[in-house]
Protein backbone atom coordinates (compact mmCIF):
# COMPACT_ATOMS: atom_id res chain seq x y z
CA UNK A 1 0.00 0.00 0.00
CA UNK A 2 1.50 3.20 -0.82
CA UNK A 3 -0.20 6.87 -0.63
CA UNK A 4 1.35 10.32 -1.22
CA UNK A 5 0.58 13.43 0.83
CA UNK A 6 2.13 15.73 -1.85
CA UNK A 7 5.82 16.02 -0.54
CA UNK A 8 6.39 12.43 0.17
CA UNK A 9 5.51 8.75 -0.71
CA UNK A 10 4.47 6.34 2.17
CA UNK A 11 4.87 2.89 2.19
CA UNK A 12 3.03 0.44 4.44
CA UNK A 13 5.26 -2.59 5.08
CA UNK A 14 3.19 -4.30 6.93
CA UNK A 15 0.37 -4.75 9.05
CA UNK A 16 0.43 -5.52 12.65
CA UNK A 17 -2.88 -6.81 14.50
CA UNK A 18 -3.39 -6.14 18.03
CA UNK A 19 -5.67 -8.03 20.80
CA UNK A 20 -8.01 -6.25 22.45
CA UNK A 21 -8.01 -6.99 26.29
CA UNK A 22 -9.91 -9.14 27.64
CA UNK A 23 -12.12 -7.33 30.56
CA UNK A 24 -14.09 -9.77 33.03
CA UNK A 25 -14.39 -13.34 34.87
CA UNK A 26 -17.53 -14.40 35.40
CA UNK A 27 -19.02 -17.50 38.00
CA UNK A 28 -22.19 -19.22 36.85
CA UNK A 29 -23.09 -19.60 40.87
CA UNK A 30 -21.37 -18.30 43.96
CA UNK A 31 -22.51 -20.77 46.59
CA UNK A 32 -22.35 -23.94 47.46
CA UNK A 33 -24.30 -26.41 49.78
CA UNK A 34 -22.70 -27.30 52.58
CA UNK A 35 -21.94 -31.49 52.61
CA UNK A 36 -22.36 -31.47 48.90
CA UNK A 37 -18.81 -33.15 48.80
CA UNK A 38 -15.04 -33.14 47.49
CA UNK A 39 -15.51 -32.74 43.84
CA UNK A 40 -18.65 -30.82 43.79
CA UNK A 41 -18.94 -28.19 41.05
CA UNK A 42 -19.53 -24.76 42.37
CA UNK A 43 -19.69 -22.98 38.96
CA UNK A 44 -18.70 -22.30 35.28
CA UNK A 45 -16.18 -19.65 34.71
CA UNK A 46 -16.62 -17.75 31.18
CA UNK A 47 -14.63 -14.46 30.26
CA UNK A 48 -15.62 -11.77 28.39
CA UNK A 49 -13.61 -10.61 25.12
CA UNK A 50 -14.19 -8.80 22.36
CA UNK A 51 -11.57 -10.95 20.43
CA UNK A 52 -13.95 -13.27 18.55
CA UNK A 53 -12.86 -17.21 18.85
CA UNK A 54 -10.58 -16.55 21.61
CA UNK A 55 -9.82 -19.73 23.96
CA UNK A 56 -9.13 -19.21 27.75
CA UNK A 57 -7.49 -21.44 30.79
CA UNK A 58 -8.40 -20.30 34.53
CA UNK A 59 -6.11 -20.63 37.16
CA UNK A 60 -6.48 -19.55 41.03
CA UNK A 61 -3.70 -17.17 41.79
CA UNK A 62 -2.14 -15.94 45.07
CA UNK A 63 -2.78 -12.35 45.78
CA UNK A 64 -5.43 -9.68 47.32
CA UNK A 65 -8.71 -11.71 47.94
CA UNK A 66 -7.09 -15.18 47.39
CA UNK A 67 -6.72 -16.32 50.83
CA UNK A 68 -8.68 -19.72 50.29
CA UNK A 69 -7.68 -20.22 47.19
CA UNK A 70 -6.29 -23.88 48.46
CA UNK A 71 -10.00 -24.92 49.09
CA UNK A 72 -11.04 -25.51 45.73
CA UNK A 73 -9.41 -26.84 42.06
CA UNK A 74 -10.12 -25.61 38.55
CA UNK A 75 -10.74 -28.26 35.64
CA UNK A 76 -11.35 -26.84 32.21
CA UNK A 77 -13.98 -24.26 33.20
CA UNK A 78 -15.16 -25.66 36.51
CA UNK A 79 -14.74 -24.54 39.78
CA UNK A 80 -14.62 -27.46 42.32
CA UNK A 81 -14.64 -27.69 45.87
CA UNK A 82 -11.69 -29.82 47.36
CA UNK A 83 -13.44 -31.14 49.88
CA UNK A 84 -17.06 -31.21 51.74
CA UNK A 85 -17.49 -27.80 53.38
CA UNK A 86 -19.28 -27.35 56.82
CA UNK A 87 -21.49 -23.84 57.15
CA UNK A 88 -21.07 -24.30 61.21
CA UNK A 89 -17.09 -24.26 60.68
CA UNK A 90 -16.76 -21.60 57.82
CA UNK A 91 -19.82 -20.10 55.72
CA UNK A 92 -17.36 -18.42 53.13
CA UNK A 93 -14.50 -18.61 51.50
CA UNK A 94 -12.46 -15.52 49.44
CA UNK A 95 -10.78 -16.93 46.04
CA UNK A 96 -8.65 -14.69 43.19
CA UNK A 97 -9.17 -16.53 39.80
CA UNK A 98 -6.50 -15.78 36.45
CA UNK A 99 -8.34 -16.24 32.82
CA UNK A 100 -5.74 -16.29 30.28
CA UNK A 101 -6.87 -16.45 26.44
CA UNK A 102 -4.67 -17.82 23.74
CA UNK A 103 -3.32 -14.68 22.92
CA UNK A 104 -1.60 -14.26 26.34
CA UNK A 105 -3.72 -11.53 27.39
CA UNK A 106 -5.17 -11.94 31.02
CA UNK A 107 -7.39 -10.76 33.79
CA UNK A 108 -8.14 -11.40 37.09
CA UNK A 109 -11.63 -11.42 39.18
CA UNK A 110 -12.13 -12.01 43.25
CA UNK A 111 -15.28 -14.25 44.10
CA UNK A 112 -17.01 -14.74 47.37
CA UNK A 113 -17.74 -18.46 47.87
CA UNK A 114 -20.94 -18.84 50.54
CA UNK A 115 -21.88 -22.01 52.11
CA UNK A 116 -25.21 -22.39 52.24
CA UNK A 117 -26.31 -24.05 55.54
CA UNK A 118 -28.65 -27.31 54.88
CA UNK A 119 -30.72 -29.10 57.74
CA UNK A 120 -29.01 -32.06 59.60
CA UNK A 121 -30.27 -34.57 60.32
CA UNK A 122 -30.14 -34.73 64.72
CA UNK A 123 -27.61 -36.86 66.53
CA UNK A 124 -26.75 -38.00 69.69
CA UNK A 125 -30.52 -39.04 70.56
CA UNK A 126 -30.62 -40.13 74.27
CA UNK A 127 -33.23 -40.92 77.36
CA UNK A 128 -32.66 -39.53 80.76
CA UNK A 129 -34.51 -42.97 82.19
CA UNK A 130 -35.82 -46.07 80.40
CA UNK A 131 -38.55 -46.95 83.40
CA UNK A 132 -41.16 -45.52 85.13
CA UNK A 133 -42.73 -46.37 88.93
CA UNK A 134 -45.63 -48.35 88.34
CA UNK A 135 -48.76 -46.40 89.40
CA UNK A 136 -46.88 -43.12 88.48
CA UNK A 137 -49.87 -41.62 87.49
CA UNK A 138 -51.62 -39.52 84.79
CA UNK A 139 -48.43 -36.93 82.98
CA UNK A 140 -46.23 -39.23 84.60
CA UNK A 141 -42.39 -37.80 83.58
CA UNK A 142 -40.91 -41.04 81.97
CA UNK A 143 -37.62 -39.45 81.22
CA UNK A 144 -36.35 -36.26 78.94
CA UNK A 145 -35.10 -37.26 75.77
CA UNK A 146 -32.08 -35.26 74.46
CA UNK A 147 -31.19 -34.62 70.86
CA UNK A 148 -27.75 -32.72 69.21
CA UNK A 149 -28.49 -30.60 65.97
CA UNK A 150 -26.52 -28.34 64.62
CA UNK A 151 -28.15 -24.98 63.52
CA UNK A 152 -27.12 -22.00 61.70
CA UNK A 153 -28.65 -19.33 64.42
CA UNK A 154 -26.56 -20.53 67.12
CA UNK A 155 -23.32 -21.88 65.50
CA UNK A 156 -23.06 -25.12 67.84
CA UNK A 157 -24.87 -27.99 68.81
CA UNK A 158 -28.30 -27.16 70.29
CA UNK A 159 -30.23 -29.50 72.62
CA UNK A 160 -33.42 -30.14 71.59
CA UNK A 161 -35.61 -31.36 74.90
CA UNK A 162 -38.84 -33.27 74.98
CA UNK A 163 -40.47 -34.48 77.75
CA UNK A 164 -41.94 -37.84 77.40
CA UNK A 165 -45.51 -38.54 79.14
CA UNK A 166 -47.20 -41.09 80.43
CA UNK A 167 -50.86 -40.84 79.01
CA UNK A 168 -53.45 -42.83 81.30
CA UNK A 169 -56.68 -44.44 78.66
Do not use: M, W
Request: charged residues 20%.
Amino acid sequence: FQAEDGIRDYKVTGVQTCALPISNIGLSATSIAENAGASAVVGVLTTSDPDAGSSFTYALVTGDGGDDNTAFDISGDKLIAKSSFDFESKSSYKIRVRSTDNGGLSVENLFTITVTDVNETPTNIGLSATSIAENAGASAVVGVLRSEEHTSELQSPCNLVCRLLLEKK
